[in-house]
């Protein structure tokens, strides 16, 4: 899926503030993930909706940012 489809799939649910695709740095292929930011509501209608849809023969997974390595944070326990 090029940049542009996906742009305009989630425009759909509203304004897509930024949206960054994962490339490959040697073929500059998909890597098969993107980030996107939307308006809280719009991402929810957005993730709502596309979560489990077939889109060129790939289902998507839609979900909400979990951070970095999965959401696991650094840090000492106290």
């Known amino acids: 899926m090029t940049e ?3 742009q305009a799939l989630f425009a759909e649910f ?4 930024s949206l960054k695709m994962a490339k490959d740095m ?3 292929d998909c ?3 993107a980030v996107i930011e939307m308006e809280g509501h719009e ?15 790939s289902a ?5 940012d979990r951070g970095p390595r999965g959401g696991k944070r ?5």
């Open 4 to 6: 542009e489809a996906l």
């Open 26 to 28: 040697f073929s500059g």
């Open 14 to 17: 509203g304004v897509v503030r």
């Open 43 to 57: 991402a929810r209608a957005a993730m709502s909706a596309l979560d489990g849809q077939t889109v060129d023969g």
């Open 60 to 64: 998507l997974r839609v979900g909400p």
């Open 74 to 78: 650094k840090g000492r326990r106290r």
């Open 31 to 33: 890597r098969g993930f």
